[in-house]
């Protein structure tokens, strides 16, 4: 069993991760923004001042504050300002449409939102924004006041809320505390290993708030993160050059982008020696394509979720030389903070009284259930959201055991394998159809982009997308002949992608395009 201690209920602020790393490396640039740069002692003393401002505008500890600000040096000026006054910073998506706002405010309950004049128009328009009793924008008019202390905060104050859910459904709102960043921080301070002298370019919002608690330097990458298909690779790489970036972590359709450039250019970053990706399945065959790009840096894949962050990692040396496809994706060993079990699939509530229940209930190795993780680093709560928590939590005592959603089995060495959402598999009268399977099949064929099963009238249905020109009548074949279930071939455009990562399919929206 892994210990938690998230109950252990001491004065802490995990802003102050950052204000020791500003007296350390107080002349060390803390982030670049395309011509933009600060310094740690600089943002500290931002940070101090923003504090000081929401203060006066009337923001209090505990309030929920709604942040609407692209990754920039604004929103972490501003994130840092919010933990510091013991304040509760509410992040949305820069993705996220006018009506997923508005369920994510009516979730959240908010006394006030930040941001830029677009967001204060959209509220003229959005009946859960005019409650909103506190509305500010990006910049802030020094305080009045000579000297700010906020109230102390503990461990069990919650310092940040965001939103799990893909783009459809009911939003689940993350109760991330003081001390649960604390610990996702040395989890993932842990697996990444970031060095003061590293200049990262962190593609994902968290990151950079840990190496901000580090004192490294972060480069923010120079696209609009609300349409990841119009990035201009040639510029990020350019970034990476100027600023010597020697760390990169980012989506796989980040990394894919990238590593394509290099390779059509002949070009390389030569100062990059780390690459860590996470957030959708990356397959043997991209896992080549980022070993070609990058063969003088370490490439890891990282598996996890936002309630649980990592579960389990793989270099790309490894997974390409899987040979096990047919059965499930090898996201490799599990973290030595994570725990997993492999349970029976079930959409009930899971109740175990004991760890030895739970290990009573667990599966063998090699067979297929629901992956099940527990560690300090697991987030156990929602925001206002019992069903969520009864339908995805496992309480024994006082360890949190996160259902993940995602089917898979441990193998016989201890690595962990996927086969799909567990929503997603195919029950037939022959057995169960893991998609995820056929979908790490379809990426060994040439000319193939992306491809997946759908049920729809009883009928096994694949939905593929294809490179340009790509003879369909080659792939045809392949398909029906890996499992004689397939009764239709479906060759579609572009393939609906999640808005978050633009990596995973978008299964919902793919069926209504069959439709």
Same mark, same amino acid.
């Given at each position: 069993?892994?210990?938690?201690?998230?109950?252990?209920?001491?004065?802490?602020?995990?802003?102050?991760?950052?204000?020791?790393?500003?007296?350390?490396?107080?002349?060390?640039?803390?982030?670049?923004?395309?011509?933009?740069?600060?310094?740690?002692?600089?943002?500290?003393?931002?940070?101090?001042?923003?504090?000081?401002?929401?203060?006066?505008?009337?923001?209090?500890?505990?309030?929920?504050?709604?942040?609407?600000?692209?990754?920039?040096?604004?929103?972490?000026?501003?994130?840092?300002?919010?933990?510091?006054?013991?304040?509760?910073?509410?992040?949305?998506?820069?993705?996220?449409?006018?009506?997923?706002?508005?369920?994510?405010?009516?979730?959240?309950?908010?006394?006030?939102?930040?941001?830029?004049?677009?967001?204060?128009?959209?509220?003229?328009?959005?009946?859960?924004?005019?409650?909103?009793?506190?509305?500010?924008?990006?910049?802030?008019?020094?305080?009045?006041?000579?000297?700010?202390?906020?109230?102390?905060?503990?461990?069990?104050?919650?310092?940040?809320?965001?939103?799990?859910?893909?783009?459809?459904?009911?939003?689940?709102?993350?109760?991330?505390?003081?001390?649960?960043?604390?610990?996702?921080?040395?989890?993932?301070?842990?697996?990444?290993?970031?060095?003061?002298?590293?200049?990262?370019?962190?593609?994902?919002?968290?990151?950079?708030?840990?190496?901000?608690?580090?004192?490294?330097?972060?480069?923010?990458?120079?696209?609009?993160?609300?349409?990841?298909?119009?990035?201009?690779?040639?510029?990020?790489?350019?970034?990476?050059?100027?600023?010597?970036?020697?760390?990169?972590?980012?989506?796989?359709?980040?990394?894919?982008?990238?590593?394509?450039?290099?390779?059509?250019?002949?070009?390389?970053?030569?100062?990059?020696?780390?690459?860590?990706?996470?957030?959708?399945?990356?397959?043997?065959?991209?896992?080549?394509?980022?070993?070609?790009?990058?063969?003088?840096?370490?490439?890891?894949?990282?598996?996890?979720?936002?309630?649980?962050?990592?579960?389990?990692?793989?270099?790309?040396?490894?997974?390409?030389?899987?040979?096990?496809?047919?059965?499930?994706?090898?996201?490799?060993?599990?973290?030595?903070?994570?725990?997993?079990?492999?349970?029976?699939?079930?959409?009930?509530?899971?109740?175990?009284?004991?760890?030895?229940?739970?290990?009573?209930?667990?599966?063998?190795?090699?067979?297929?259930?629901?992956?099940?993780?527990?560690?300090?680093?697991?987030?156990?709560?929602?925001?206002?959201?019992?069903?969520?928590?009864?339908?995805?939590?496992?309480?024994?005592?006082?360890?949190?055991?996160?259902?993940?959603?995602?089917?898979?089995?441990?193998?016989?060495?201890?690595?962990?394998?996927?086969?799909?959402?567990?929503?997603? !598999? =195919?029950?037939? &009268?022959?057995? /169960? +159809? *893991?998609?995820?399977?056929? @979908? $790490?099949?379809?990426?060994?064929?040439?000319?193939?982009?992306?491809?997946? !099963? =759908?049920?729809? &009238?009883?009928? /096994? +249905? *694949?939905?593929?997308?294809? @490179? $340009?020109?790509?003879?369909?009548?080659?792939?045809?074949?392949?398909?029906?002949?890996?499992?004689?279930?397939?009764?239709? +071939?479906?060759?579609?455009?572009?393939?609906?992608?999640?808005?978050?990562?633009?990596?995973?399919?978008?299964?919902?929206?793919?069926?209504?395009?069959?439709?």
């Amino acid at each position: 069993m892994i210990a938690t201690s998230a109950n252990i209920n001491l004065d802490f602020n995990i802003a102050n991760l950052f204000f020791q790393a500003a007296k350390r490396n107080p002349t060390t640039i803390a982030i670049i923004e395309k011509e933009q740069e600060i310094t740690f002692e600089d943002l500290a003393q931002e940070v101090k001042a923003t504090a000081a401002y929401f203060h006066e505008k009337g923001i209090r500890k505990g309030d929920r504050v709604l942040i609407f600000v692209p990754m920039s040096i604004d929103l972490y000026r501003m994130v840092l300002a919010l933990f510091y006054l013991g304040a509760t910073a509410v992040f949305l998506d820069e993705w996220v449409s006018r009506k997923r706002l508005d369920l994510c405010c009516e979730i959240a309950q908010c006394k006030a939102f930040i941001g830029g004049w677009k967001v204060r128009f959209l509220a003229l328009f959005s009946k859960s924004l005019r409650k909103v009793p506190i509305r500010l924008g990006l910049n802030h008019i020094p305080s009045k006041q000579e000297s700010f202390n906020p109230l102390p905060t503990k461990k069990s104050d919650t310092a940040l809320i965001t939103f799990t859910t893909g783009s459809t459904g009911t939003p689940k709102a993350a109760k991330r505390t003081h001390g649960f960043l604390y610990e996702q921080f040395k989890a993932l301070e842990d697996k990444i290993d970031p060095q003061e002298t590293d200049v990262d370019m962190p593609i994902l919002p968290i990151v950079l708030l840990i190496n901000l608690g580090v004192g490294c330097t972060s480069v923010i990458a120079d696209f609009n993160a609300r349409k990841p298909e119009q990035m201009n690779s040639t510029r990020i790489i350019q970034q990476m050059k100027t600023h010597r970036v020697n760390r990169l972590v980012a989506s796989p359709f980040v990394v894919k982008q990238l590593a394509q450039s290099l390779l059509q250019t002949n070009d390389q970053v030569y100062t990059l020696e780390k690459v860590f990706t996470g957030g959708a399945p990356v397959f043997p065959k991209e896992a080549r394509l980022y070993a070609q790009a990058f063969p003088n840096t370490k490439v890891e894949i990282v598996y996890g979720s936002t309630e649980a962050e990592p579960i389990s990692a793989i270099e790309v040396e490894n997974l390409i030389q899987e040979k096990t496809s047919a059965k499930g994706l090898n996201v490799g060993i599990p973290y030595h903070k994570t725990a997993v079990r492999i349970l029976p699939i079930s959409d009930e509530p899971i109740q175990c009284e004991t760890e030895d229940d739970l290990l009573e209930m667990s599966l063998p190795k090699g067979t297929i259930g629901e992956i099940v993780v527990s560690g300090a680093h697991v987030l156990r709560e929602y925001i206002n959201n019992e069903k969520a928590l009864k339908r995805n939590k496992i309480f024994i005592e006082d360890t949190c055991w996160h259902r993940t959603g995602d089917s898979g089995f441990i193998d016989e060495n201890g690595q962990l394998f996927l086969t799909g959402r567990c929503s997603s !598999l =195919i029950k037939t &009268n022959t057995g /169960i +159809i *893991a998609p995820f399977v056929v @979908e $790490n099949y379809l990426q060994t064929l040439e000319g193939v982009v992306m491809g997946t !099963l =759908i049920q729809k &009238n009883n009928e /096994i +249905i *694949a939905v593929v997308e294809l @490179e $340009n020109g790509t003879n369909e009548s080659s792939i045809s074949d392949p398909i029906k002949a890996f499992d004689k279930r397939i009764s239709q +071939i479906h060759f579609i455009e572009k393939m609906p992608r999640d808005p978050r990562h633009n990596s995973k399919i978008d299964y919902e929206r793919l069926k209504e395009i069959i439709s």
